[in-house]
Each structure stands twice: as C-alpha cells, then as structure tokens.
C-alpha cells in the first residue's frame, strides 16, 4: 500500500518567515504535484516536478527521487500564503494524497 | 478560457435521491479527474478519463457512483441513491496528459444529502 507522507500536519509562522512543507512517498513516481487549497475551498495546482527543482515567485519546490522526498518552500511569506498545502503522487496512473499541511501566517 | 465549469455549486438533497453532478474541462484537455473531499478522509481521487475513456475507477466508492463522459467536452458524476454519507465537496479537474503536466481545478461542487 503506497503512502504519502506530510509534514508538519499543522505550522504557524510570522510574516517574512521561510517555510518548508515536507511530503514523502513510497512507490516510484512519475511525478509529484503540489497543490494549495485557498481557505475558501478553492485548489490551484502550484508544480509538478519529476526531478530537480521548480520556482515560481516566492514557492519553491524540490524532489529528491532516491531519498522519495519532495519539499516546499516559501520564501518572505505573507498572510495571503495561509492555505492547506497537499502533496499528491502520481505514478502515472495511480494517484496518492498526502493529507495536507494547513499553514497559518500571522501579520 | 473560462477554466473547469462545475455544476451546481451547491446541492442540498435528501436520502435516497438521485444527484448528478457536471464537468465541462478545459477546451483541449484530455484527462478529467473527479475527487471527493471530506474532513474525515482529505482528498480521494474517484476516478479519470483520458481521451474519454474511463483509465482507473478504483477510488469510486461505491456501485451507487457512476462517471460518464461521452465527449470531451463534459463528464457527469451520478449517485444513485445517494446518503448521507456522500455528503462532501466534489471536485474535477483537467489536465494534458494523465497530469503530468498539472492540472486545473473546477471550484467544486458543495453536496449534502439529508
């Protein structure tokens, strides 16, 4: 049974903090995809990396394949970055979700 | 592009009725996703298509839930009966290619069966 892990379940941070979500698998992937799911229930797809590492503004998302490890990073957070963050594996035609990290950035 | 269209946005039904819920993807995409998003459970995919054709339905619950999608430009999610534990937020989504290159989400369809 495949099994993606996150971490921490739960984080706090002030504005401007750096911020890591961590997310584990444990079955081959074909990619691993973050997705972030607004307070209001929206979810917008933010990468999809199979290697290396992704930046978009202030995200930044790397995948280390050996270790089956993926980070997401948040550079100067801000209030507006306070969402659930989930990481999914997709081995190509099976899917897994972690179970979502909910980020809280204080003023 | 209007995105993924979900409807309706809401729906309140009681116990044993029939619900239908709808997709229309994004113009050129070729897989469509439908989720179900519960406290209890998080995020489960229920099944996709690509190119129409329905490639895993393993995440369906139940016989009562069904997906169709006769062309590529809408899918239904049909629960027949539907319970109270059917009661989530569904989802769709599409994407190119299986996912592998992200995908866009429909706001969601908000079901509570009484």
């Known amino acids: 049974k495949n099994e993606v892990e996150q971490s921490p379940q739960n984080l706090t941070a002030q504005e401007g903090e750096f911020i890591t979500i961590n997310c584990s698998y444990s079955?081959?992937?074909?990619?691993l995809h973050w997705l972030q799911q607004h307070p209001g229930g929206g979810i917008v797809s933010l990468f999809m990396l199979s290697s290396g590492k992704k930046k978009h503004g202030r995200l930044i998302a790397t995948i280390n394949i050996q270790e089956k490890h993926s980070s997401l990073h948040i550079t100067a957070s801000h209030p507006r970055d306070s969402a659930v963050y989930i990481c999914e594996e997709n081995t190509g035609n099976q899917f897994y979700f972690g179970t979502g990290t909910s980020l809280t950035v204080i003023p | 592009d209007a995105g993924v269209i979900q409807s309706p946005r809401h729906e309140v039904t009681e116990m044993g009725q029939e619900v239908t819920l709808r997709c229309k993807p994004i113009?050129?995409?070729?897989?469509l996703f439908w989720y179900r998003q519960t406290m209890m459970r998080g995020l489960e995919l229920l099944i996709y298509?690509?190119?129409?054709?329905?490639?895993?339905d393993s995440g369906m619950p139940e016989d009562r839930f069904s997906a169709k999608m006769p062309n590529a430009s809408f899918s239904t999610l049909k629960i027949q009966p539907s319970e109270p534990r059917d009661s989530a937020v569904y989802f769709c989504?599409?994407?190119?290619?299986?996912?592998?290159?992200?995908?866009?989400f429909g706001s969601g369809t908000r079901l509570t069966v009484v």
């Open positions: 298509f690509n190119n129409n054709v329905p490639i895993d």
């Open positions: 079955v081959g992937i074909s990619a």
């Open positions: 989504a599409s994407s190119l290619g299986s996912g592998l290159y992200g995908y866009t």
């Open positions: 113009s050129g995409h070729n897989s």
